[in-house]
């Protein structure tokens, strides 16, 4: 079972940028497809970006394309989510999760390990 750590999250004013990582343990990070999920609250968990295993794939969600950026370093076992522009909308508990497979996908059920999540919060 892989495990999931996120970080970098915070408190920023709006149209500032964070970086959140996700470190994750063993050594098949580079086979599996990652995302980058949040929920914000009383809000159902949205999908925000996906990477495929080779980054040859990815895809952002309408809000946050142009703004946010997802990359990985497979050498570092390490997932990431620039996130530029920030809005309050943006606002939420941020996660990374493992797919299931190589190639990435939108839906919940396509990922097998889930990190703990990292807030962030993004003020007016």
């Known amino acids: 079972q892989v495990q999931l750590v996120e970080s970098g999250g915070g408190l920023v004013q709006a149209g500032a940028s964070l970086r959140l990582s996700c470190a994750a343990s063993g050594r098949t990070f580079g086979s599996y497809a990652m995302g980058w999920f949040r929920q914000a609250p009383g809000k159902e968990r949205e999908c925000v970006a996906t990477?495929?295993?080779?980054?040859?794939?990815?895809w952002y969600a309408d809000s946050v394309k142009g703004r946010f950026t997802i990359f990985r370093d497979n050498a570092k076992n390490t997932l990431y989510l620039q996130m530029n522009a920030l809005k309050p909308e943006d606002t939420a508990v941020y996660y990374c999760a493992k797919g299931s497979s190589a190639w990435s996908a939108r839906s919940e059920t396509a990922y097998d390990s889930w990190g703990q999540g990292t807030q962030v919060t993004v003020s007016s």
């Open positions: 990477i495929n295993w080779i980054a040859a794939s990815i």
